[in-house]
Each structure stands twice: as structure tokens, then as C-alpha cells.
């Protein structure tokens, strides 16, 4: 499958624009002491930001092995391996970090894709274990939302937003139960780009077919959230916040909220604001927030950039490669239903030994 650069650049053009301009008027009516801001990082404890780290690493670790557990059950063998999988879904962290969009989720495809050769419809079917697996951040999500209602100080303009959250979460989760249990059938050739991207997503969600393994890939999901929950709170410290577990629960939803649609590298800006303006009902003065949430982001980069650079070299990518990721409407669709055995003799057969 080739790659190319998108064609209509313009409707990003369009987001993004305003976006920055809200960005902007917000930082210039909220504008913080940036003397003050520089200031608060003279004072940072490096214990806590190796914690923070190394609590970011193993979450890294939980949810790619929640990822590779929706892969097992989505594919037939042979599968790839861990390492690879590992990798993969590195260099997805890494494009999400310095790229708009989501562009992450088609490169961890792509390098999983490259390993596969011969093998169709698997473009389509990692297409649709991407989807699953950010399906399954909606368990742990609405577990943190939960928790923050009934314990933290919550800003009345957040409120509005975690409504909807947990709506649009609630909504995409029944939804995926839907297309999963949906009985599988043949493949239409003719297909729509949105049945196509059902179809995808339907082959993906095997893992909910068996529920011993869609169990495994959300609890592996869960002890990541919990992992990254700690690593902002042992942030906190690093920066002298001595908030109680609530405003760090508090923290991590509105962070996650304000990087859902990524119309820049890292929403920078619109990020720190959404960190540092709930930390004011804390005690938290505004430009220590905003220090707090610019090396929170930092922290939070280090494991995706450093793994992402060192996973892309590893694969004999560059970050080029990484803006021109095909169209996930261009991929190549699985087999009927009745073929995946026969594709799974055919794979086997081609393995040496």
C-alpha cells in the first residue's frame, strides 16, 4: 500500500486557526508571570520527575500490553511479537507527540503492517484493534471521572465537559458491543467509507467474543490509567504541589480532555491552561501551575519521544514517513467470513521450521 500526504489540508486549517486564537486570548486574559513560571522550576525535585518516568513507563507498558492482548484475539497466527508490538505502538506514542491529529494511530498500524507481508486485510483488521483498544479507555476513564465528581473541586465550566465525556464514552462503548456482536458475514467489494470503517472496527473487536481476554486487555488498561494517575501526582511533588489524590485525578481527566482532538503538536497552551486554572481552587498560584503543567507534559513525552525515536530507527523509519500514513478508508479489507482458517494454513505454512 502506498503512502501519501492528505489532500484536503484545509479543514485542519480551519480548526486550528480559531483554536489558537482561543488559545491566545485565554493565556492573554489568564496570562501568567512568566518570571514566576521560570522561577518554579529552579526549585523542582529531580527524585519525583524520575518517578514520574518511571510510573509513565510501566503505564506505557500496561496498555501496550492491553493493545497486543486485542491484537491476539483480532488476528490468526502467526502473530507478531511483543517486541514488535512494543515497538509499534512506541513510534504511534512518538507521531501523536509531534504530530497534529492522530496520526499515531495509523503509524503503530503501519509498522505492525510492514511485518506482515501477503497477509490481507491486515492493514483493516490492526485498523480496527486500534479502535478497540481506545474503546477500552473508556472503562478506566469514567472510573476516574466517578472518582473526581465525589472527591475533588471541580471548576463549574469543567462539569459541562465531563458530562458530555462520559455521554459520547457510554455511547461509543455500546456501540462498539454492537458492531461486535454482529454476526460477521461476507465483505461487500462495494463498500461506503463509513461501513467500511464498521467493518474494520467490527474485526478488531473480536476480543469481545472472548471475554476471559476482554477482561485482561481493560484491566491492563485500568493499571495504566493508575499508573499515570501516580505519575501526576508524583509530579506535583516535583514541583512543591502538595494537593491531596483528587486534584491529581482532577488533573489527569482535564488533561485528557483538552487532548482529544490534538489540532497541534501537544495542544501546547491550550494544555497548560486546562492544568493549571482547576489547580487555583487547590492554593496553587497560576504561574506554578503553568510551570507545572508545561514539565507535566514534558514527563509525559519523554517515554513516547524517547522510545518513539529509538523504535523508529529501530524500524528504518523516519518522521517524514510518518506525516504521509495512508487513509485507514484505503485499506485493503479482510477475508469473508469462512477464510481466516484458510488464511491461517497459508500463513503457517509460509513460516520456516
Known amino acids: 500500500m502506498k503512502l501519501r500526504a492528505p489532500r484536503a489540508p484545509w479543514w485542519r486549517i480551519l480548526l486550528v486557526v480559531p483554536g489558537a486564537a482561543a488559545v491566545i486570548a485565554l493565556l492573554w486574559w489568564r496570562g501568567p508571570n512568566w518570571s514566576a513560571v521560570g522561577d518554579a522550576f529552579t526549585i523542582v525535585r529531580w527524585q519525583w520527575v524520575l518517578a514520574a518516568i518511571g510510573f509513565?513507563?510501566?503505564?506505557?507498558?500496561?496498555?501496550?500490553?492491553?493493545?497486543?492482548?486485542?491484537?491476539?484475539?483480532?488476528?490468526?497466527?502467526?502473530?507478531?511479537?511483543?517486541?514488535?508490538?512494543?515497538?509499534a505502538f512506541s513510534v504511534g506514542l512518538f507521531a501523536n507527540a509531534v504530530l497534529p491529529g492522530r496520526i499515531g494511530e495509523l503509524a503503530r498500524v503501519a509498522v505492525l503492517n510492514r511485518k506482515l507481508p501477503g497477509r490481507r486485510g491486515a492493514w483493516a483488521t490492526l485498523i480496527g484493534t486500534v479502535f478497540a483498544h481506545r474503546i477500552f479507555d473508556i472503562v478506566p476513564v469514567v472510573l476516574l471521572i466517578v472518582y473526581?465528581?465525589?472527591?475533588?473541586?471541580?471548576?463549574?465550566?469543567?462539569?459541562?465537559?465531563?458530562?458530555?465525556?462520559?455521554?459520547?464514552?457510554?455511547?461509543?462503548?455500546?456501540?462498539?458491543?454492537?458492531?461486535?456482536?454482529?454476526?460477521?458475514?461476507?465483505?461487500?467489494?462495494?463498500?461506503?467509507?463509513?461501513?467500511?470503517?464498521?467493518?474494520?472496527?467490527?474485526?478488531?473487536?473480536?476480543?469481545?467474543?472472548?471475554?476471559?481476554?476482554?477482561?485482561?486487555?481493560?484491566?491492563?488498561?485500568?493499571?495504566?490509567?493508575?499508573?499515570?494517575?501516580?505519575?501526576?501526582?508524583?509530579?506535583?511533588?516535583a514541583f512543591h504541589i502538595h494537593a491531596p489524590l483528587p486534584a491529581a485525578g482532577l488533573v489527569l481527566v482535564l488533561m485528557n480532555v483538552a487532548t482529544i482532538f490534538p489540532l497541534w503538536p501537544g495542544?501546547?497552551?491550550?494544555?497548560?491552561?486546562?492544568?493549571?486554572?482547576?489547580?487555583?481552587?487547590?492554593?496553587?498560584?497560576?504561574?506554578?501551575?503553568?510551570?507545572?503543567?508545561?514539565?507535566?507534559?514534558?514527563?509525559?513525552?519523554?517515554?513516547?519521544?524517547?522510545?518513539?525515536?529509538?523504535?523508529?530507527?529501530?524500524?528504518?523509519?523516519?518522521?517524514?514517513?510518518?506525516?504521509?500514513?495512508?487513509?485507514?478508508?484505503?485499506?485493503?479489507?479482510?477475508?469473508?467470513?469462512?477464510?481466516?482458517?484458510?488464511?491461517?494454513?497459508?500463513?503457517?505454512?509460509?513460516?520456516?521450521?
Not at 69 to 85: G, K, N
Not at 203 to 209: S, T
Not at 346 to 351: F, L, W
Open 56 to 87: 509513565n513507563f510501566v503505564s506505557v507498558f500496561a496498555r501496550a500490553l492491553a493493545w497486543r492482548t486485542v491484537i491476539r484475539q483480532a488476528m490468526p497466527p502467526p502473530r507478531p511479537s511483543f517486541l514488535l508490538d512494543f515497538s
Open 148 to 237: 473526581v465528581v465525589l472527591t475533588a473541586k471541580i471548576p463549574d465550566w469543567a462539569i459541562s465537559s465531563l458530562i458530555v465525556f462520559v455521554c459520547v464514552g457510554a455511547v461509543l462503548f455500546a456501540l462498539a458491543f454492537a458492531v461486535a456482536r454482529r454476526p460477521q458475514g461476507g465483505v461487500p467489494v462495494n463498500l461506503g467509507s463509513v461501513r467500511r470503517l464498521l467493518t474494520m472496527a467490527r474485526h478488531g473487536l473480536g476480543v469481545m467474543h472472548a471475554p476471559l481476554a476482554a477482561v485482561g486487555a481493560i484491566a491492563f488498561q485500568c493499571f495504566g490509567w493508575l499508573c499515570q494517575f501516580f505519575a501526576v501526582y508524583t509530579a506535583m511533588r
Open 267 to 353: 495542544n501546547v497552551g491550550l494544555l497548560q491552561a486546562a492544568i493549571a486554572l482547576p489547580l487555583i481552587h487547590y492554593g496553587v498560584f497560576y504561574a506554578r501551575g503553568i510551570a507545572y503543567g508545561i514539565g507535566l507534559q514534558a514527563i509525559e513525552a519523554s517515554v513516547g519521544v524517547g522510545f518513539g525515536l529509538l523504535f523508529l530507527a529501530r524500524e528504518g523509519l523516519s518522521y517524514t514517513m510518518l506525516k504521509v500514513m495512508p487513509d485507514a478508508t484505503q485499506a485493503e479489507m479482510p477475508e469473508p467470513a469462512g477464510s481466516v482458517e484458510r488464511e491461517a494454513d497459508g500463513a503457517r505454512a509460509r513460516v520456516p521450521g
